[in-house]
Protein backbone atom coordinates (compact mmCIF):
# COMPACT_ATOMS: atom_id res chain seq x y z
CA UNK A 1 0.00 0.00 0.00
CA UNK A 2 2.34 2.52 0.81
CA UNK A 3 5.17 1.49 -1.84
CA UNK A 4 1.63 1.96 -4.37
CA UNK A 5 1.35 5.44 -2.86
CA UNK A 6 5.06 6.47 -2.79
CA UNK A 7 5.41 5.39 -6.73
CA UNK A 8 2.21 6.63 -7.53
CA UNK A 9 3.62 10.18 -5.65
CA UNK A 10 6.64 10.17 -7.81
CA UNK A 11 5.39 9.17 -11.12
CA UNK A 12 3.52 12.93 -11.13
CA UNK A 13 6.80 14.41 -11.49
CA UNK A 14 6.47 13.24 -15.59
CA UNK A 15 3.19 14.36 -15.62
CA UNK A 16 2.99 17.90 -13.79
CA UNK A 17 4.80 21.18 -14.24
CA UNK A 18 8.20 20.53 -11.54
CA UNK A 19 6.11 23.21 -9.35
CA UNK A 20 3.65 21.49 -8.39
CA UNK A 21 4.84 18.13 -8.74
CA UNK A 22 6.79 19.70 -5.01
CA UNK A 23 3.95 21.15 -4.11
CA UNK A 24 1.56 18.43 -4.31
CA UNK A 25 3.85 15.75 -3.25
CA UNK A 26 5.42 17.59 -0.23
CA UNK A 27 2.02 17.92 1.45
CA UNK A 28 1.20 14.13 0.85
CA UNK A 29 4.74 13.10 1.90
CA UNK A 30 4.43 15.46 5.07
CA UNK A 31 0.96 13.79 5.75
CA UNK A 32 2.15 10.14 4.97
CA UNK A 33 4.73 10.34 7.61
CA UNK A 34 6.30 6.40 6.32
CA UNK A 35 7.61 8.35 3.07
CA UNK A 36 10.91 9.00 3.50
CA UNK A 37 11.53 12.81 3.72
CA UNK A 38 14.23 13.16 1.06
CA UNK A 39 12.43 11.30 -1.67
CA UNK A 40 10.28 13.97 -3.25
CA UNK A 41 13.20 17.17 -3.32
CA UNK A 42 16.29 14.86 -4.47
CA UNK A 43 13.91 13.85 -7.39
CA UNK A 44 12.82 17.47 -7.64
CA UNK A 45 16.47 18.38 -7.79
CA UNK A 46 17.51 15.70 -10.36
CA UNK A 47 14.48 16.72 -12.73
CA UNK A 48 15.49 20.60 -12.05
CA UNK A 49 19.17 19.79 -13.24
CA UNK A 50 17.59 17.68 -16.23
CA UNK A 51 15.55 21.15 -17.21
CA UNK A 52 18.49 23.21 -16.25
CA UNK A 53 17.52 25.29 -13.33
CA UNK A 54 19.39 28.60 -12.29
CA UNK A 55 19.68 29.00 -8.85
CA UNK A 56 17.11 31.23 -8.45
CA UNK A 57 14.74 28.72 -9.83
CA UNK A 58 15.90 26.33 -7.37
CA UNK A 59 15.27 28.69 -4.85
CA UNK A 60 11.80 29.46 -5.90
CA UNK A 61 11.03 25.24 -5.66
CA UNK A 62 12.32 25.15 -2.01
CA UNK A 63 10.08 27.91 -0.89
CA UNK A 64 7.48 25.73 -2.90
CA UNK A 65 8.47 22.74 -0.94
CA UNK A 66 8.87 24.70 2.55
CA UNK A 67 5.25 25.86 1.73
CA UNK A 68 3.75 21.97 0.95
CA UNK A 69 5.05 20.64 3.76
CA UNK A 70 4.27 23.33 6.36
CA UNK A 71 0.50 23.40 4.86
CA UNK A 72 0.76 19.16 5.29
CA UNK A 73 2.47 19.68 9.18
CA UNK A 74 -0.55 21.80 10.18
CA UNK A 75 -2.97 18.86 9.26
CA UNK A 76 -0.89 16.46 11.01
CA UNK A 77 -0.50 19.26 14.42
CA UNK A 78 -4.25 19.77 13.77
CA UNK A 79 -5.22 15.52 14.48
CA UNK A 80 -2.58 15.60 17.38
CA UNK A 81 -3.87 18.82 18.79
CA UNK A 82 -7.40 17.28 19.15
CA UNK A 83 -6.08 13.65 19.68
CA UNK A 84 -4.58 14.40 22.59
CA UNK A 85 -7.69 16.30 24.22
CA UNK A 86 -9.45 12.67 23.13
CA UNK A 87 -6.69 10.47 24.46
CA UNK A 88 -6.46 12.09 27.73
CA UNK A 89 -9.95 12.57 28.63
CA UNK A 90 -10.90 8.72 28.00
CA UNK A 91 -7.34 7.23 28.79
CA UNK A 92 -5.41 9.97 30.90
CA UNK A 93 -6.29 8.21 34.22
CA UNK A 94 -4.93 4.66 32.86
CA UNK A 95 -1.80 6.11 31.51
CA UNK A 96 -1.39 8.35 35.01
CA UNK A 97 -1.05 11.48 32.43
CA UNK A 98 -2.77 14.59 33.58
CA UNK A 99 -3.44 17.76 31.16
CA UNK A 100 -0.90 19.27 33.98
CA UNK A 101 2.02 17.10 32.69
CA UNK A 102 1.53 18.12 29.21
CA UNK A 103 1.66 22.05 30.66
CA UNK A 104 5.03 21.43 32.22
CA UNK A 105 6.25 20.06 29.06
CA UNK A 106 4.57 22.67 27.49
CA UNK A 107 6.19 25.58 29.35
CA UNK A 108 9.78 23.99 28.89
CA UNK A 109 9.91 24.91 25.01
CA UNK A 110 8.47 28.46 26.01
CA UNK A 111 6.93 30.80 23.64
CA UNK A 112 9.39 32.75 22.81
CA UNK A 113 12.81 33.05 20.47
CA UNK A 114 14.09 29.69 22.31
CA UNK A 115 11.10 28.14 20.94
CA UNK A 116 11.22 29.14 17.44
CA UNK A 117 15.08 28.12 17.59
CA UNK A 118 14.21 24.82 19.11
CA UNK A 119 11.35 24.13 16.74
CA UNK A 120 13.61 25.03 13.51
CA UNK A 121 16.35 23.16 14.31
CA UNK A 122 14.24 19.92 15.03
CA UNK A 123 12.83 20.73 11.72
CA UNK A 124 15.68 21.28 10.16
CA UNK A 125 17.67 18.16 11.41
CA UNK A 126 17.94 15.58 9.00
CA UNK A 127 18.11 12.73 10.88
CA UNK A 128 15.18 13.55 12.78
CA UNK A 129 11.62 12.57 11.42
CA UNK A 130 9.47 15.53 10.55
CA UNK A 131 6.00 13.98 11.54
CA UNK A 132 7.41 13.66 15.18
CA UNK A 133 8.13 17.16 15.47
CA UNK A 134 4.79 18.01 13.83
CA UNK A 135 2.72 14.99 16.13
CA UNK A 136 4.33 16.93 19.45
CA UNK A 137 3.65 20.31 18.25
CA UNK A 138 0.31 19.39 18.85
CA UNK A 139 0.24 17.25 21.90
CA UNK A 140 2.30 19.93 23.59
CA UNK A 141 0.13 22.28 22.16
CA UNK A 142 2.22 24.41 21.12
CA UNK A 143 1.07 28.62 19.61
CA UNK A 144 0.23 27.83 15.84
CA UNK A 145 2.45 31.04 14.92
CA UNK A 146 5.19 29.62 16.30
CA UNK A 147 4.59 26.39 14.79
CA UNK A 148 3.77 27.41 11.02
CA UNK A 149 7.42 29.94 11.49
CA UNK A 150 9.66 27.22 12.84
CA UNK A 151 8.19 24.60 9.77
CA UNK A 152 8.78 26.84 7.13
CA UNK A 153 12.26 27.83 8.11
CA UNK A 154 13.43 24.59 9.15
CA UNK A 155 11.72 23.25 6.06
CA UNK A 156 13.76 25.92 3.88
CA UNK A 157 17.19 24.35 5.25
CA UNK A 158 16.26 20.64 5.32
CA UNK A 159 14.78 20.80 1.76
CA UNK A 160 17.22 22.82 0.91
CA UNK A 161 19.91 20.23 1.45
CA UNK A 162 17.79 17.48 -0.74
CA UNK A 163 16.86 19.40 -3.50
CA UNK A 164 20.46 20.73 -4.31
CA UNK A 165 22.04 17.34 -3.67
CA UNK A 166 19.75 15.59 -6.41
CA UNK A 167 20.66 18.75 -8.24
CA UNK A 168 24.46 18.38 -8.20
CA UNK A 169 24.40 13.98 -8.14
CA UNK A 170 27.01 13.80 -5.94
CA UNK A 171 28.11 10.68 -4.49
CA UNK A 172 29.37 12.41 -1.31
CA UNK A 173 25.55 14.18 -0.97
CA UNK A 174 23.89 11.36 -1.83
CA UNK A 175 25.76 9.15 0.92
CA UNK A 176 24.91 11.39 3.06
CA UNK A 177 21.47 11.81 2.10
CA UNK A 178 21.06 7.94 2.38
CA UNK A 179 22.71 7.46 5.88
CA UNK A 180 20.14 9.95 6.82
CA UNK A 181 17.23 8.54 5.59
CA UNK A 182 17.94 4.99 7.07
CA UNK A 183 18.69 7.21 10.65
CA UNK A 184 15.77 9.09 10.41
CA UNK A 185 13.77 5.88 9.98
CA UNK A 186 15.12 3.89 12.46
CA UNK A 187 14.10 6.78 15.30
CA UNK A 188 10.86 6.92 13.77
CA UNK A 189 9.90 3.08 14.41
CA UNK A 190 12.12 3.28 17.43
CA UNK A 191 9.94 5.84 18.99
CA UNK A 192 6.90 3.81 17.65
CA UNK A 193 8.61 0.87 19.56
CA UNK A 194 8.65 2.95 22.62
CA UNK A 195 5.45 3.80 22.73
CA UNK A 196 4.13 0.14 22.35
CA UNK A 197 6.04 -0.59 25.01
CA UNK A 198 5.20 2.00 27.16
CA UNK A 199 1.45 0.61 26.72
CA UNK A 200 2.73 -2.52 27.57
CA UNK A 201 4.15 -1.90 30.78
CA UNK A 202 0.82 0.72 32.13
CA UNK A 203 -1.20 -2.28 31.53
CA UNK A 204 0.88 -4.80 32.83
CA UNK A 205 1.38 -2.45 35.82
CA UNK A 206 -2.65 -1.98 35.83
CA UNK A 207 -3.53 -5.70 35.50
CA UNK A 208 -0.74 -7.03 38.08
CA UNK A 209 -0.11 -4.17 40.37
CA UNK A 210 -3.52 -2.79 41.67
CA UNK A 211 -3.84 -0.93 44.62
CA UNK A 212 -5.80 -3.12 47.07
CA UNK A 213 -8.86 -1.81 48.07
CA UNK A 214 -9.11 -1.47 51.88
CA UNK A 215 -11.89 -3.42 53.33
CA UNK A 216 -11.50 -2.50 56.64
CA UNK A 217 -14.79 -1.56 58.56
Known amino acids: MLHTIETSLL ?17 VEEIVAPIPSPTV ?3 AGSAASVQSYGYIGLLFLVCIGAVGKTFGALVVYGVAYH ?3 FVLRHFGKFFEITPHDIERL ?3 IGTGFRAYWT ?6 LPIMPSSLVSVGGGVLKVPV ?13 RDGLYLYAGYVGT ?4 TFITQSTHIESFVQYGVLGLIVLGCVYFI ?11 TSV
Open 41 to 43: MVL
Open 145 to 157: RIFVVSAFLGTLI
Open 11 to 27: SLVHTLPLEWFVLIASI
Open 119 to 124: LTLFRA
Open 171 to 174: EALS
Open 204 to 214: YKKKFFKTPKN
Open 83 to 85: AED
Open 106 to 108: SAK
